[in-house]
């Protein structure tokens, strides 16, 4: 649906003008408080998470059995550890400080991206590949959200472009079952992903007052 | 020399008296009963086709010493069917619990194991305090992509038997449903009632997991609910109630984002404010004051022609035959 891609367009719009140095700071994320936009960066995620579950469904099935079986448990690979992990002990996550935790979030969806565009070339249906680019199009919206809140919360954005979508030295699938494996994994930590953000923003949603914004303005001197 | 004997329904018993001969001349007593002649093959006690009833403590005498040389206690049972397993968190994030029980009796002493499985790790299962068929485990990681498998296996002296259950982390969380529901009328506001709870004891974090809730309402003569879904706060005012009319009142809880609904609340009934009635000293005010209460009831467009709540008096029965004459009409075009 287009509603995704005019998100993104926005959001990226937002971003793009809070990132712009020379301006002063008056553009619609700072505006309308860090509060608010990390209400509009969960309500993206819950809208990717739901947006997941019909590609998810679809690409599985593009894949083929084991791997669109419900009950499908693989032991996880070593390979497979190059796709950042939702998981993390339980008062680890507790203890993240803001910045952490967006950080945390931001690295992980700009690599998961990045691991999904590669994806993208290489699918067989034309079906198939629409999905996948309209959802690259919201996960890039995501990001750009991310950053957003970052940046008006005076968070440096963590450093460097998203990584390659293999790192040097790992072996690409030495074989088609593994690749699908690959494929598989990734989706699970995607959507893993997504439901971790939802109670990363619940937080931060509690902690992060709009005032904190104005604050930040007059400390950076504009 | 005694012990137990277990043996399964249906099943041919040969109890020998211990390490007496064949043709030795024995009594059998069954709970100490003797037992007729026409059951024993020399001195073996033949029992076909047991059942329950048989069950019992079963000695076998010497002829003629009446010395004690056997005794037995018998009991009659089935092996395990497949056992019932349900796993849920409830206090998410801080893990889960599984439950179980057999579908059928068995009838003899079983024994319960229970292993988790995540990944590659085992988990501890700690036995609840109070509950005999239930454990708990505690999470160690949170958003967790590899599923826990469960497997429960009963163990009895005629068999055994297993299930296992998969799941993800999220796929099982339920929360209690909500507690202490209260509804109270509002003064001066007959059409609204001030329904406020708590969210479950159980459920450890509502701060960083908040819950949401759906709110269902009907007047108990009704049989449709109305429902409200409320994605916070724990308190909520109808203001679309019937005026003087009993209300029964429920609420369930979810997290936010994972899982499912819990069960509906314990049902909590309330009635709107009603102005108090003017004292009455004449027959003509009474009348004049059940007319009144009975016109401020509007009958919803669900309700039935024929409901007794709706139309009072004469009136009811002539719209219930007028019903009944069209619907007769149908039915015989229909014929």
């Known amino acids: 649906s287009p509603a995704g891609d005019s998100w993104g367009i926005f959001t990226f719009l937002c971003a793009a003008l809070c990132n712009l140095p020379a301006l002063p700071a008056l553009n619609c994320s700072e ?10 960066t969960y309500d993206l995620t ?5 947006q997941l579950r019909t590609l998810a469904g679809t690409y599985l099935n593009y894949l083929g059995p084991p791997f669109n079986e419900p009950d499908f448990n693989p032991p996880r690979l070593a390979r497979a550890e190059r796709v950042p992990s939702a998981t993390v002990d339980l008062d680890l996550w507790r203890g993240l400080t803001d910045n952490a935790r967006l950080a945390a979030n931001y690295r992980a969806y700009s690599r998961l991206l990045c691991y999904l565009r590669v994806l993208d070339g290489q699918v067989g249906t034309a079906e198939l590949r629409h999905r996948l680019a309209h959802f690259c199009a919201s996960l890039q919206g995501l990001v750009l959200s991310i950053g957003g809140v970052m940046s008006s919360l005076g968070y440096p954005l963590p450093a460097g472009p998203a ?11 030495p074989n088609d079952f593994l690749k699908k494996m690959d494929d598989f994994w990734l989706l699970k930590e995607l959507q893993t992903w997504l439901w971790r953000s939802a109670k990363d923003f619940n937080r931060l949603k509690k902690k992060v007052p709009p005032a904190v914004v104005t604050l930040r303005l007059e400390a950076r001197g504009f | 020399d005694s012990h137990i004997q277990y043996e399964r329904v249906g099943a041919d018993v040969t109890m020998k008296c211990g390490s007496m001969d064949w043709d030795a001349a024995v009594t059998w007593t069954a709970n100490g009963t003797d037992i007729d002649e026409s059951h024993l093959n020399g001195s073996y006690l033949i029992l076909k086709n047991v059942d329950l009833s048989q069950s019992g403590q079963y000695s076998c005498y010497e002829g003629s010493s009446w010395h004690l040389k056997y005794q037995t206690s018998l009991r009659v049972g089935t092996p395990p069917k497949e056992p019932v ?4 968190s409830n206090n998410y994030p801080k893990g889960f619990y599984c439950s179980w029980h057999l579908p059928t009796p068995t009838y003899i002493p079983n024994t319960f194991n229970i292993s988790v499985i995540h990944g590659t790790k085992d988990m501890v299962c700690e036995k609840d305090a109070v509950l005999k068929n239930r454990c708990h485990i505690r999470y160690l990681q949170l958003f967790s992509t590899v599923k826990y498998k469960v497997t429960l ?3 009895n ?28 009328p509002v003064p001066n506001n007959p059409r609204r009632l001030e329904v406020s709870w ?3 004891s159980s459920w450890p974090d509502p701060e960083s997991f908040p819950l949401k809730f759906f709110l269902r309402y009907r ?19 109808i203001t679309d109630a019937y005026a003087g009319k009993e209300y029964i009142i429920q609420v369930a809880a979810k997290d936010n984002d994972i899982g499912t609904w819990s069960d509906w609340s314990v049902a909590v009934h309330a009635t709107p404010w009603t102005e108090e009635p003017k004292h009455l000293t004449t027959e003509a005010q009474i009348t004049e004051t059940t007319s009144a209460s009975t016109s401020s009831f509007m009958a919803p467009p669900t309700t039935k022609i024929c409901d007794k709540g709706a139309v009072v008096g004469s009136g009811a029965v002539a719209v219930c035959w007028t019903a009944g004459l069209v619907v007769a009409a149908y039915s015989v075009l229909f014929i």
């Open chain 1, 31 to 40: 505006e309308l408080g860090a509060g608010q936009s990390i209400q509009q």
């Open chain 1, 46 to 50: 819950r809208y990717l998470e739901h």
């Open chain 1, 163 to 173: 990584a390659p979508p293999t790192p040097p030295g790992t072996p690409a699938a």
């Open chain 2, 85 to 88: 397993l349900m796993c849920r």
């Open chain 2, 153 to 155: 296996t009963v163990t």
């Open chain 2, 157 to 184: 002296a005629l068999g055994k038997n297993f299930t296992t259950l998969t799941f993800d982390e999220f796929a099982i969380v339920k929360p209690d449903p909500p507690e202490s529901v209260v509804a109270k």
């Open chain 2, 198 to 200: 708590q969210n479950p």
């Open chain 2, 219 to 237: 007047p108990l003569i009704l049989d449709q609910w109305q429902h409200v879904e409320l994605s916070d706060g724990t308190s909520h005012t």
